[in-house]
């Protein structure tokens, strides 16, 4: 099945409780974390995701664009994140390894994020042991940008290699992911679609979610 994970940079966050709950039927809630550095923007930090944690019983899917993820990703995980996940290109290989390790060591799930700029190559040291690859269809750092067809070679590419090496690994896609785009996505081997404005500007949350799901 389809999971959709909606992105909460789209909610209202003086309304952040109640927005949360609209997406009730969706798979994962999607926290966006931005330093200023690794991206442009500044986001949210592990408080907000602790507060987030007390309102729902959803999964926590939070993508770090961070610096030195490893600094930070336990006390995230403990903070109540189901899932984390960093930047191939925010460290170095070494310390993107040690930050995988920390996850996993807070019995929690890790996984590793590329830029539209990075080949799919850069994930095979991390392919075997991660339970999640998110490929960006978007530069990241911004909401509501427009989505990137020509990544969809790399998410076939990853499809291919998951399928042989870690079959239950999750495929996750992210940026400008909409009702028009939901279907190449998918047809390319995701099987996680990030939503952020596509979910939370419609009329109906749950009837453009069961769309999202092809």
């Not at 030195?68 to 006390?75: A, M, T, W």
């Not at 925010?90 to 994020?113: C, F, M, N, W, Y």
């Not at 040291?125 to 509501?144: D, S």
């Not at 952020?196 to 949350?205: C, L, M």
Request: aromatic share 4%.
């Amino acid at each position: 099945m389809i999971k959709i994970a909606p992105s909460i940079l789209s909610a209202d966050f003086a309304n952040l409780e109640r927005d949360i709950g609209r997406i009730a039927s969706a798979d994962y809630v999607h926290v966006d974390v931005m330093d200023g550095l690794f991206v442009p923007n500044i986001t949210i930090g592990i408080p907000v995701v602790a507060s987030i944690r007390k309102v729902t019983q959803m999964p926590l899917d939070v993508h770090l664009m961070i610096v030195e993820p490893v600094r930070y990703v336990e006390q995230f995980c403990d903070a109540g994140a189901d899932l984390v996940t960093v930047h191939v290109e925010s460290d170095t290989p070494e310390k993107i390894q040690e930050a995988l390790d920390k996850i996993h060591a807070k019995g929690k799930r890790g996984g590793i994020v590329l830029k539209p700029g990075t080949p799919a190559e850069a994930a095979l040291p991390y392919l075997e042991q991660v339970e999640l690859i998110l490929v960006m269809t978007v530069e990241p750092g911004f909401g509501g940008q427009k989505f990137m067809a020509d990544q969809m070679e790399k998410v076939s590419t990853l499809r291919k290699w998951i399928d042989e090496k870690n079959p239950a690994c999750e495929l996750e896609v992210d940026g400008g992911v909409s009702p028009e785009t939901c279907g190449t996505c998918i047809a390319a081997g995701a099987n996680v679609l990030v939503a952020g404005s596509a979910v939370y500007k419609a009329e109906d949350i749950p009837a453009r979610i069961a769309q999202l799901r092809g």
